[in-house]
Structures are given as structure tokens and as C-alpha cells.
């Protein structure tokens, strides 16, 4: 079984802060992504990679940054959390090449910014 | 750009079938994805179609598109308390590689 993990499930932080988000995926998946969930607005790509120190930017990438040292781990950076930026953050990975193309997620970190 | 809706919320009685509808507006699409997140869980994939399938069933699950009207719809017969959860439409267009565009999200609500 593909395995997603992320390192908190739930986390608080004050406004001003550095916060890490780390994924870690046990599938050797090429790619990886990192989306926000806000209720009624679904799922916002922040960024994504499709290999080591690759990234790209998604929908909503401001006052975000990535990293991709290791093809298992793909780490979201708020360099200066603000309170807009509380909401359920949630890493998927997937293999290239796919018929299906099918996105395998994380449980997910609820992040408040308090 | 390319959209994803639906509507965010849908109540069944129990034994009931549910049928979660969603409409998308690229043209090019290829795959559409049903992903189903239950509560405090990261998402799942339920089932997808390619954009040449009208129809795909899979046990209690079966997918219908349109692709004139741009439609897409989950029927889940037999509803069961287990199929609470928040249910997700997703497309891939051509134009892209890794990217999916995501509806809103459905949550099933059921009733017993």
C-alpha cells in the first residue's frame, strides 16, 4: 500500500513564525504536490514537483516556498505565517505515467495561526 | 481558467441512492476523477472515467458523462452511514501532466 505521511496532524503556530510542513512518501513517487482545503473552495494546488529540487508553482503559492532534497520528501515553508493561512494543508504524491494518473494524500495538517 | 463545480452539500435516506453531480468546463479533458474523504482522512480515489466512456460501473458506484453537456455524476445505490464523507470531482485536461482542477466538494449527508 502507498503510504503518505506528513509529520503533524495538527499544529499551532503565532503570526510571524516560520512553520515546516514535511511529507514523506514511501512509493518512490516522481511527483508530488501540496494543496490547501478551505470549506467551499475545495482543494488549491500551492506547489508541486516532479523531481528532486524541481518545483513549480500551483494556483495560490504566495507566502509559500518548497523543498525537494530527497525524492521521498517534499517539505512546505511559510517563512512569515499569517492568520490567512490557517487551514487543513494536505501532500499527495503520484507515479508518472499512470493510466489513471491517480493522486495518493496524506492525512493531512490543520494549521491554525493564531 | 478551467472550472470544477458542484454542489456543496447533499442529504439521503439510508438504503437510498445518492447521486452526486458535478459540472466542469474544459473542453479537452481526458480523465475525470471521483476522490471520496472521509472524516479526519486525506482523500481516496473512488473511481475515475476517460473522457471516451459514457458510463463506468464498479459494484454499488456508477459514473456517468456527458461530455456535451459537461457533466459528470456519481450514483451510490444503497447509501450506507459508511459513504458519509466530503466527495470530490477532479479533472485532467490534455494541457497538463501532473495538475488535477478540483471541485468544491460534495459532503453526504445520511439520514436514517
Known amino acids: 500500500d502507498v503510504k503518505v505521511t506528513q509529520s503533524s496532524r495538527y499544529l499551532v503556530k503565532r503570526t510571524g513564525e516560520k512553520v515546516f510542513l514535511e511529507c514523506v512518501q514511501d512509493m518512490d513517487h516522481e511527483n508530488m504536490f501540496w494543496y490547501r482545503q478551505d470549506p467551499g473552495l475545495g482543494l488549491r494546488l500551492i506547489y508541486f514537483?516532479?523531481?528532486?529540487?524541481?518545483?513549480e508553482k500551483g494556483d495560490i503559492p504566495e507566502g509559500y516556498s518548497v523543498s525537494r532534497e530527497k525524492k521521498e520528501r517534499f517539505s512546505l515553508i511559510l517563512e512569515s505565517a499569517s492568520t490567512n493561512q490557517t487551514s487543513m494543508y494536505l501532500c499527495?504524491?503520484?507515479?508518472?505515467?499512470?493510466?489513471?494518473?491517480?493522486?495518493?494524500f496524506g492525512p493531512g495538517t490543520r494549521l491554525t495561526v493564531t | 481558467g478551467e472550472d470544477v463545480e458542484q454542489s456543496l452539500f447533499l442529504s439521503v435516506r439510508e438504503g437510498d441512492s445518492s447521486v452526486i453531480n458535478c459540472t466542469y468546463t474544459d473542453s479537452s479533458s481526458t480523465y475525470l476523477y471521483w476522490y471520496k474523504q472521509e472524516p479526519g482522512a486525506g482523500l481516496q480515489l473512488l473511481t475515475y472515467i476517460f473522457s471516451n466512456m459514457d458510463m463506468k460501473q464498479d459494484q454499488r458506484l456508477t459514473v456517468l458523462l456527458n461530455k456535451k453537456d459537461k457533466h459528470l455524476s456519481l450514483r451510490i445505490a444503497d447509501t450506507q452511514t459508511g459513504d458519509s464523507a466530503i466527495y470530490f470531482c477532479?479533472?485532467?485536461?490534455?494541457?497538463?501532466?501532473?495538475?488535477?482542477?478540483w471541485g468544491a466538494g460534495t459532503k453526504l449527508i445520511i439520514k436514517p
Open positions: 477532479a479533472e485532467r485536461s490534455m494541457d497538463s501532466n501532473y495538475q488535477l482542477i
Open positions: 499527495a504524491s503520484s507515479p508518472p505515467g499512470q493510466p489513471s494518473y491517480e493522486q495518493y
Open positions: 514537483s516532479y523531481d528532486v529540487k524541481m518545483k
